[in-house]
């Protein structure tokens, strides 16, 4: 993920000048136009939404085990930092659960402000092709937030399901 941080910038600044010069054009504002096309777009939130709940919902089953003398296997839960040891608290597990969503949230936010921008420097430049530069873009930023999305929860959502299971099979 570094990686793609680091490129992500990377292609930012290089794109900088051709924004500026794209800015000098045009009577909108591209700043505004990017700032405003990436808080309105949906997958900007999904990913960050999906791996709390996913998360939340994990977390919430398995308090009814760790009541009961069970450990916890994810090591970013545990009071040592190692995998099967004593949890956290609770309180401070959704602290953390927020941190990481808040993470994905950051991810989204530089994905999608780096494709607005590809998408307005070649919309700029070769105006002729518009809607296929909105057509891959759109595809970019939808491919992006479902990968993370189901990176980020699935294993959560499954880990929900067998903490209930088991916490029925014990009559927790």
Do not use: C
């Amino acid at each position: 993920m570094r990686a793609i941080k680091r490129l992500m910038l990377l292609s930012m600044m290089i794109l900088t000048p051709a924004i500026a010069s794209a800015q000098a054009d045009t009577d909108s504002n591209v700043f505004w136009d990017v700032t405003k096309a990436v808080v309105f777009d949906p997958t900007t939130y999904a990913p960050a939404a999906l791996s709390y709940k996913s998360m939340k919902m994990d977390w919430d089953s398995s308090q009814a085990l760790f009541r009961n003398g069970w450990v916890e296997q994810n090591q970013r839960f545990t009071i040592s930092g190692r995998p099967n040891d004593l949890p956290v608290s609770y309180a401070e597990g959704n602290k953390r659960i927020r941190q990481m969503a808040l993470l994905h949230l950051q991810e989204s936010l530089v994905n999608n402000t780096a494709a607005n921008i590809f998408e307005r420097v070649l919309t700029d430049k070769y105006p002729q092709h518009r809607k296929l530069f909105k057509v891959l873009s759109w595809t970019e930023r939808i491919a992006f937030a479902s990968y993370v999305s189901y990176m980020a929860s699935a294993n959560h959502f499954r880990q929900d399901g067998r903490n209930r299971q088991l916490a029925i099979q014990f009559g927790y």
